[in-house]
């Protein structure tokens, strides 16, 4: 793949490595965006196939996407925290078990299992981060941990502050040996990295759009498997009734859903503006492909690593491409960089004791030289 900087509106002097926050706008979202609203302008109203239409087709986008077969075990959500409460409203608990997550979890994946653990009389239990150099793994770790009690483990594919890849193949195998259920958070990988949902069999995969999906604000995406078939959704809306395309017979009222993963879906999910857009974002990902972007990104790296290396600066070894955390030497203070890296207009994030770099497809080889530089001269 080519530097594809000409889909986005990015500036020639912006260094942009902060995907991992936001992706910037891709003109196609924009237009798409901009068709919709013109369209709302030139119709008051709506006709019934567009509250399902483009949303089937959506789904069937994400479903390629994450290559999964069922495009109805798609739920449409305005967030991550919106599907893992979904998982956690229908994931029984019961005293004595236990619940597992790994250091530092992004919050929206932690707190839910705090409640659910508290009201239950569950542990929630931290699976720490190997010490450096042990040369110990993560997902050795966790797999330790996992036992008889064990009721769920919950977890990114990717660490959002480091870029640690986890081994979800190994982890479904080790928790389908003691019965608990697997819930991905993949808000920091898919779009950027191959995901096979057929091959690992989440109970849930839950992903944020507004970031590696390259869709707006207020979109995600959530894939449930079996053990949520029969479940109860947060919310009961009209739409994710079965017949609910027949608007004439709304009022005879239906206590069945829509086929698999639709009642889960937020009420008012069909929306006129952000559907073009994600659908936009879908098709160009499609397009590129999980294995192109995170190809692409690998070339980014490899001119530098060896200068970053020689700096005293730490990575994982077992690490994503598009999302890098750098831990720096102890005599270089955070706040020093960060002023540097602003001075020069390049865009990053810090968590923690690191620096998150998260590079994309519309980045170029030079860019990462500039960080590279910066730091030397720091």
């Known amino acids: 793949m080519h530097c594809q900087r000409h889909l986005f509106p990015l500036r020639d002097d912006e ?7 936001r992706s910037p706008q891709l003109h196609a ?14 119709n008051s109203g709506m006709p019934i196939e567009a509250f399902f239409e483009p949303v089937q ?7 390629q996407l994450i290559h999964g077969r069922e495009p109805d075990r798609v739920a449409l959500i305005p967030a991550a925290s919106y599907g893992i409460a979904t998982v956690a409203k229908n994931l029984a608990l019961t005293r004595g078990q236990e619940f597992l997550v790994v250091q530092d979890q992004f919050p929206s994946n932690y707190y839910a299992w705090h409640r ?17 150099g042990s040369g110990e793994s993560w997902t050795d770790r966790v797999l330790e941990a996992i036992t008889p009690r064990t009721a769920a483990v919950a977890i990114a594919q990717v660490h959002w502050a ?16 003691v019965g608990a259920w697997l819930v991905i958070d993949g808000t920091q990988s898919i779009g950027a990295l191959p995901f096979d949902v057929e091959r690992i069999r989440p109970d849930a995969l839950i992903a944020g759009g507004y970031k590696w999906l390259l869709g707006p604000y207020g979109t995600g995406y959530a894939w449930y498997g079996p053990r949520m078939d029969d479940g109860i959704p947060l919310e009961e809306n009209w739409i994710n009734r079965a017949d609910s395309h027949e608007f004439y017979r709304l009022a005879d009222y239906r206590h069945d859903y829509r086929p698999l993963a639709a009642r889960y879906s937020v009420g008012q999910h069909s929306n006129f503006i952000g559907i073009p857009m ?29 200068e970053l290396r020689a700096l005293g600066i730490e990575f994982n070894e077992e690490r994503a491409h598009h999302l890098v955390g750098l831990r720096l030497p102890a005599h270089l203070p955070l706040e020093r960089v960060n002023q540097a890296l602003v ?18 497809v519309y980045n170029r080889a030079e860019e990462l030289q500039q960080l590279v530089e910066a730091l030397t001269q720091i």
């Open 343 to 360: 001075d020069r207009n390049i865009s990053v994030s810090y968590r923690g004791d690191s620096v998150r770099v998260s590079p994309n």
């Open 57 to 63: 087709q959506l789904k069937a986008s994400f479903a």
């Open 29 to 42: 979202g924009a237009d798409a965006a901009r068709q919709a609203l013109q369209w709302r302008e030139e």
């Open 278 to 306: 994600q659908q936009a974002a879908l098709d160009q990902l499609n397009e590129w492909t999980p294995e192109g972007v995170q190809a692409y990104t690998a070339t980014l790296w490899e001119p530098v690593v060896g």
């Open 116 to 132: 659910l653990c508290a009201a239950a009389g569950a542990t929630l239990r931290t699976v720490p981060r190997p010490t450096e």
């Open 162 to 177: 480091d870029g640690t890849i986890f081994d979800l193949l190994a982890l479904r195998r080790r928790t389908d040996e």
């Open 15 to 21: 260094v942009y490595l902060n995907g991992a926050s």
